[in-house]
């Protein structure tokens, strides 16, 4: 099948359908230009049909014995097992992605379809003991209801799949809106696997729309209680105030400045490669990049050199070609913007080891370093390759410079002590801190969020488990209780 041409439709209550509003989504390749798709927007009028077809089809689904939910999730990740081949095409296609990023991001899908196969049996209830005789508490995980799901572009069909399928696994309905350069991979992709599947009709619904259409509809609806958000920290911040406003829950999966910490006693050319991955793949555009590497000043100059040179072999151009490293930006705004960000610094007084050309929606990779220390570009989450290097004296600096952020996602620490590195890691604000290791990772059973303006709320393991489940208290008494009056 041809994804850019059978799935550019809404996916409401079991129905492929077109939108109803008056203007198209263009879905372009960001490497050719070509128009990949054009998808005629969901109204708030179709935001209610697929919330309420969801709220209807979610009763039966939580009273499904979780065995058959389970199989649901042991077909969807066979599915996507034999489509894996076309999902990479697409992932080239709609997201400039290479070939390197398509593998990463398909294997980690199948990881989190592996995990909502276990989830499926995880909502486990307890007996609490109560003071009063003959009282029997018991408490009871039952699903929250319906969970709206909002994906970002860069990684749209395993952060789709890192939110819908558990909640579906848990016993909710869903209803997704992905993001409107991703909405086939985001969004209708993820629809057919679930139903071709068997998931139930209406359980989930896939939205393709902008806010310039919906407004806030999606997240202030009367009917899911949760909203799941993975974006930007200044559009998570909207989100969740309007959720509050509404007695809704929100779990927030947002921006990140990481810093990757290069100590005196390092193995430099191992911290070299970890740094020019952490920093550079998918062209930059992940949450978890080493935005900063901060490197002691004594080993500075050797690492320095070596980041350099590697950096400068890095291939730039068509995605689809396996030798790429880096491919396109997402759009022309992005590129643009990165563009400016790198001569805006330069002209304040930073150095550039390496000034990126910038050629469409190509950005090649910039190596900045000698920044004032008020520079604007260091508390910011830079969403293409350009590598920030900060040079520090001492650990009681390093921890200084990585806490000196409003975000708090992750990070890396090098160094031949690893002791040494886990008493650094306990003093840097971020969830996530990785020790001789990259800045980018996410497993299915690890807690994964940040602290600051990069999230608030958890994923993965028990903490989906939380996330899309509420507790429910149901006592039972044996015998007579004496009242007071």
């Known amino acids: 099948m041809s994804f850019f041409t059978d799935l550019a439709h809404q996916y409401i209550d079991g129905e ?44 039966d689904w939580a009273a499904t014995n979780p065995y058959a939910r389970r199989a649901v999730f ?50 486990e209830g307890r007996i609490l003991p109560s003071p009063d005789d003959g009282k029997e508490n018991r408490l009871y995980r039952v699903p929250v209801g319906v969970v709206g ?27 997704l809106k992905p993001h409107q350069n991703a909405p086939v991979l985001g969004g209708s992709l993820v629809a ?3 139903e071709d599947a068997g998931l139930p009709a209406g359980l989930l619904n896939v939205v393709i729309t902008d806010i310039a259409e919906i407004g806030d509809a999606l ?45 005196d006693d390092a193995d430099i050319d191992y911290a070299v490669d970890a740094a020019v991955f952490s920093r550079f793949v998918h062209q930059g555009q992940v949450c978890m990049a080493a935005n900063r590497i901060l490197v002691d000043r004594s080993v500075q100059a050797e690492f320095t050199e070596k980041f350099v040179a590697k950096v400068a072999t890095l291939k730039v151009g068509d995605p689809s070609d396996p030798t790429t490293h880096i491919g396109p930006l997402i759009n022309s705004t992005q590129a643009e913007a ?16 390496l000034h990126g050309r910038t050629e469409g929606n190509l950005v090649a990779p910039s190596v900045l370093t000698d920044l004032p220390a ?26 200084r410079i990585a806490n000196a952020s409003r975000y708090g996602l992750s990070g890396a620490l090098h160094t031949g002590d690893i002791e040494r590195g886990v008493r650094l890691a306990k003093r840097i604000d971020t969830g996530m801190i990785h020790i001789n290791d990259g800045t980018v990772h996410d497993e299915p059973i690890v807690p994964f969020g940040g602290e600051k303006h990069s999230g608030v709320g958890r994923l993965n393991g028990d903490s989906t488990v939380d996330a899309f489940t509420t507790m429910k208290w149901i006592s039972v008494q044996h015998g007579r209780s004496r009242f007071p009056f």
């Open 149 to 175: 799901v909002i994906s970002p572009f860069n990684f749209p069909f395993l952060l789709s799949i890192k939110s819908v399928a558990p909640a579906l696994a848990l016993g909710n309905g869903v209803v």
């Open 338 to 353: 990165v563009s400016t960000l790198v001569e805006q610094t330069v002209t304040a007084g930073a150095t550039a080891l």
């Open 74 to 123: 042991e077909r969807a990740l066979r599915i996507v097992e034999d489509r894996e081949e076309e999902i990479t095409e697409a992932i080239i296609a709609e997201l400039g992605g290479t070939r390197l990023k398509a593998a990463f991001e398909i294997h980690l899908t199948k990881e989190f379809l592996r995990e909502a196969v276990h989830l499926a049996l995880s909502a």
């Open 192 to 194: 057919k696997v679930f």
């Open 16 to 59: 492929w359908k077109a939108g109803s509003g008056s203007w198209d989504i263009i879905d372009f390749n960001p490497y050719d230009g070509e128009k990949l798709a054009s998808i005629t927007v969901a109204t708030a009028d179709e935001i209610d049909q697929a919330y309420r077809a969801a709220e209807r089809a979610q009763k």
């Open 219 to 263: 997240i202030e609806h009367p009917v899911p209680s949760v909203i799941s958000f993975t974006g930007s920290d200044t559009v998570g911040r909207h989100v969740a105030t309007v959720c509050a406003a509404h007695f809704k829950r929100s779990v927030l999966e947002l921006g990140g400045n990481s810093a990757l910490i290069v100590l």
């Open 374 to 399: 008020d520079s604007p570009v260091l508390d910011q989450e830079i969403f293409g390759p350009v590598a920030l290097v900060v040079p520090f004296d001492g650990e009681d600096e390093a921890v």
